[in-house]
DNA sequence: ATTTATTATCGTAATATTGCAATATTATTT
DNA sequence: AAATAATATTGCAATATTACGATAATAAAT
């Protein structure tokens, strides 16, 4: 009744559609590449960047922490989040691994 | 309200969140590699596998369908679907390019 | 300390998604 | 043609997502 029953399945196919939510609306993807490639990690204009409202980006940018994507450091005194790569590497890591797994078994 | 405001963002952008929401269900994950790895394509017994009524599968198949992730195929008098390789493919080569371009431009 | 700027949260409305029972459609046999 | 099997569609309920205005919380600067 419109709640995913993720019991029945593994833990695998559970991380890939985590991971694929994170991607699946375009403000996110482009929050995504818009932090990438700010430079200096001033990420505040995101607002302006994007057409939307800063709680709706502030929202959106939540579920991309949540997915552990972001990270914050300290640039002198202003404090900005920034791409982990790491954990983005990651997302990609084990997104090719599906690819690979699953076409390679295809008829 | 709701609805995602699309026009605002690029058809590249788009194009990797509707590949995304493809993968974002860990039953059509499932299902994907269910299909992937049938070597004779027959995949009437999705239902039986995978833990959900015949309507559900139905309709996670046709997002999958629609993605162009399906192709039917005879062998001998059965008709049956069958991953489109190809397809599946390049959303892994487009997943890659939005991957190593971000990651790329990052900080 | 108080203003100012920035980001997060709350509340709410509109829409989308997920799931299944019931039913319809389609294809295959007999 | 009628029965059988397999898949798709419809209708509906429960939950999730998306979006934004209003407001709260946090940080920076005066």
Redesign the interface.
Known sequence: MGV???E???ST??Q??E????????????I??Y???????ICGDIVDE???SQPTISQHLQVIRNAGLLIGTFEGKRFCY??N?NR??E??QL??Q??????A???
């Open positions: 995913s029953k993720t029945i399945h593994s196919q559970i890939i559609a991971i694929a939510k994170v991607l699946s609306h375009p403000a996110r993807v482009a995504l590449e932090i990438a490639k700010q430079e200096n990690c994007i057409g939307l920034c791409l790569v983005f590497k997302f990609q997104l090719n599906f690819f690979n797994h699953t076409s078994r295809c008829c």
